[in-house]
């Protein structure tokens, strides 16, 4: 199959942190059955992400976030991609991020058997090579119900 041309991408991610953050949005939505983060902020020295939760996390539930993130990443899964056309998106992806002009085809970036969405972005090509996810500190925002994560790879 000819690789399709996809929309253009406004900028350019660091492959580790990147899918470190797909990662992390998978252990979000098994862990709470939140929504990925709609805000998030992904630069190769640290990162930080929003997700929107009912109520904040205890300190042992952040703990088992970054366990559980770091679970996978040692788990050395591969890390693929794969052309679909919209009506053959499987169900549990989700495409309310998707562009207005998004194209009849889209790519769909799997971590293993664990996270699968549309995303046109650099990813690394195993899990090995992302490293160790480590908190840099959290922040509750009650009037939002709005929980964010902040972090680094080591």
Known sequence: METPIL???NKAEYPPMHTAEHILNQTMVRMYGCPRSRNAHIERKKSKVSYELST???EVEIQNIVEAVN???QANMPVTEEYVK???VPAEVSLEKLPADASETIRLVRVGDYDV???IGAHVSNTSEIGTFQLLGTNW???RKSFRIRFKLV
């Open 141 to 143: 925002d009650e009037e």
């Open 7 to 9: 929309n253009e991408h």
């Open 86 to 88: 919209l009506s053959d």
């Open 71 to 73: 679970a996978v990443i």
């Open 117 to 119: 969405c549309a995303c």
């Open 56 to 58: 904040c996390p205890s």
